[in-house]
């Protein structure tokens, strides 16, 4: 059993990389895998990523993070959008110097249902004096094809993470690059707000303090006070992000981008920093380590690997 000062640390050091703001919608649908016991959230951890094998737990740490929502609200212009249940994962490498670095999933870092947009097409983009967009704007009585949802993705590795604002207010705890995906048919496959080379870049942060919980596991999953795994709780927190800017929407119009413009004007895109927000209620965030990643040096990053493959139902 490790002694309490072991515990003791690692709860620190794990609670300052918490990561209680990171919550945004995300990709609709991700791999996912059952996992037992306390490894249950964990879902999605690039656990055999090379960064997170390499990790020796003594100059190089490796954790498992998840946060979590049910719901919230995104502003983007003049369009504000009800979000479901979100979901982040990533891999964290604590550096002995005190810097730590991110590896996302190979799916990507967000996970979250699809949001509806207010109004659909009619209202994203009618009345218009544009005769091409004045004759869509005449189809859409049907309630299919006025329907549009809105999903959130990773559009690049997230970076610039701060450790000690996880568990405090109003610090920027990452920089998340993203895009939103609007699908309807009318608009074709390839209608984006956002693109990997001008993403949408949040910098979430939380704006209450989380309630702080700890427990202990084996390294199947299973609860046991003496177990050599450590989880991390924090939970209640409401975060927001109002600083990013939002581009204007591509490529929407099956004649891919014939209709940008309709779309932008009802919009108001490009956005402004300072116009558009993003707010997560009630976050759930959860982070996992070895309890003493020193002691199996230099093979911490596999440890943890074997764990959570152990805990696979």
Same mark, same amino acid.
């Given at each position: 059993m490790p002694q309490f000062p072991t515990r003791a640390g690692l709860a620190t050091v794990s609670a300052l990389t918490a990561l209680g703001a990171f919550v945004s919608m995300g990709t609709a649908t991700a791999a996912e895998t059952a996992l037992n016991g306390e490894w249950a959230p964990f879902t999605r951890c690039p656990v055999d990523a090379p960064a997170m094998l390499a990790a020796d737990g003594l100059q190089k740490t490796p954790q498992c993070v998840v946060s979590t929502s049910a719901s919230g609200s995104i502003k983007l212009g003049k369009t504000t959008v009800v979000t479901g249940k979100t979901n982040l994962q990533l891999g964290?490498?604590?550096?002995?110097?005190?810097?730590?670095?991110?590896?996302?999933?190979?799916?990507?870092?967000?996970?979250?249902?699809?949001?509806?947009?207010?109004?659909?097409?009619?209202?994203?983009m009618c009345p218009s004096d544009v005769p091409v967009i004045t004759a869509i704007c005449k189809t859409l009585d049907d309630s299919t094809l006025n329907k549009i949802t809105a999903t959130m993705e990773s559009v690049g590795a997230p970076y610039a993470f701060d450790q000690t604002a996880g568990i405090l207010t109003d610090m920027p705890i990452v920089a998340l690059p993203v895009r939103i995906h609007l699908e309807n048919p009318l608009l074709g496959g390839k209608c984006y707000i956002g693109t990997a080379a001008n993403p949408i870049l949040l910098r979430p942060e939380n704006r209450t303090y989380p309630e702080f919980g700890m427990s202990f596991f084996r390294s199947d999953g299973t609860p046991d006070e003496?177990?050599?795994?450590?989880?991390?709780?924090?939970?209640?927190? @409401?975060? &927001?992000?109002?600083?990013? $800017?939002?581009?204007?929407?591509?490529?929407?119009?099956? &004649?891919?981008?014939?209709?940008?413009?309709?779309? &932008? $004007?009802?919009?108001?895109?490009?956005?402004?920093?300072?116009?558009?927000?993003?707010?997560? &209620?009630?976050?759930?965030?959860?982070? @996992?380590?070895?309890? $003493?990643?020193? @002691?199996?040096?230099?093979?911490?990053?596999?440890?943890?690997?074997?764990?959570?493959?152990? $805990?696979?139902?």
């Open positions: 964290v490498v604590q550096n002995a110097d005190g810097t730590s670095s991110v590896v996302a999933p190979p799916s990507g870092a967000l996970v979250a249902d699809s949001a509806t947009v207010p109004g659909g097409l009619l209202g994203l003496a177990g050599e795994m450590s989880r991390i709780n924090l939970t209640g927190a @409401t975060q &927001n992000d109002s600083s990013f $800017a939002v581009p204007a929407a591509t490529g929407c119009g099956l &004649n891919v981008g014939l209709i940008n413009a309709a779309v &932008n $004007a009802k919009t108001g895109l490009p956005s402004a920093a300072g116009n558009n927000s993003l707010t997560l &209620n009630s976050t759930r965030t959860h982070l @996992t380590g070895l309890n $003493a990643p020193g @002691t199996v040096a230099p093979d911490a990053g596999k440890v943890l690997s074997e764990n959570w493959h152990s $805990a696979v139902r």
